[in-house]
């Protein structure tokens, strides 16, 4: 079967952006099989980092049974911004046993823009979690 398509007088040559923009589940599955990973406690809290086309990634994970991670991270941005929080240039990071936290700076530069990032780490703290007993759940809001 032979089928013909005719353009018409609208059809016009051009450029056309087809970058893809990646979901949670595959910025996480980069992260950790990029190669820049740091340990804020050994074995237990981990950082990993990433690059990819459309900004950056970083993901905190907490294998711990009894640690919090707790840290700000401010940011010298060009180019791109952390993505949900519009200018602001710092991230309040708090990952509890079991968790993880994402921070993604996403591009605002355009495709060819320049896009810098650079980060410094104020207040990193790591405290014992210490569990309440289940009589407190309901009561306490802050109860994880």
Known sequence: MLIKAYRG???AMGYHNMNVVLGNHVLRLLALN???VQERKKGQI???KAWHDNGFVTLYVNKSTNLI???VIDYELEGMQI???GKETSVHVNVRPGQEQFIKLVNTCGDGGVRKMSSK???MGIKTFTPKDDS???EDPNYL
Do not use: P, T
């Open 136 to 138: 407190d759940k309901e």
């Open 9 to 11: 007088a609208d059809f």
């Open 121 to 123: 780490v104020r207040g």
């Open 34 to 36: 990029g190669s820049f």
């Open 83 to 85: 993505e949900g929080l």
């Open 69 to 71: 991670l707790d840290e």
């Open 46 to 48: 981990m950082l990993y």
